[in-house]
């Protein structure tokens, strides 16, 4: 069974730091993309960004690319993003979710609805 569990959400102050982390399980996670997605109230789901450890890739959306940094740890099953330089509008319930590698480039994978398996969210909360 496909499992996912996102943690190390919070409550920042605008420009500062967090850092989620997604602890997979169930599936062999080197052939599998990983990605972060966010949804704020009333918002469509966001991909934010997504790793694929067999193709060596990463995709970033515009309004992260510079601030965010996704990481894999393959050996652990840990799948990290780093968020600094946070802005209120950052602040969202995320989401990381997975979906087997079939060789499509990792923006293909940030697309939500590209995305099988889902973990359950984490807040993120950033005051001005």
């Known amino acids: 069974e496909v499992q996912l569990q996102a943690s190390g959400g919070g409550l920042a102050q605008a420009g500062g730091s967090l850092r989620l982390s997604c602890a997979a399980s169930?599936?062999?996670?080197?052939?599998?993309?990983v990605g972060w997605f966010r949804q704020a109230p009333g918002q469509e789901r966001e991909g934010v960004s997504c790793i694929s450890s067999s193709e060596g890739t990463s995709y970033y959306s515009d309004s992260v690319k510079g601030r965010f940094t996704i990481s894999s740890d393959n050996s652990k099953k840990m799948v990290y993003l780093q968020m600094n330089s946070l802005k209120p509008e950052d602040t969202a319930v995320y989401y990381c979710?997975?979906?087997?590698?079939?060789?499509?480039?990792?923006?293909?994978?940030?697309?939500?609805?590209?995305?099988?398996?889902w973990g359950k969210g984490t807040q993120v909360t950033v005051s001005s």
């Open positions: 979710a997975t979906d087997p590698t079939f060789g499509y480039s990792t923006s293909y994978y940030c697309n939500y609805y590209n995305m099988t398996y």
């Open positions: 169930g599936f062999p996670f080197d052939d599998y993309a």
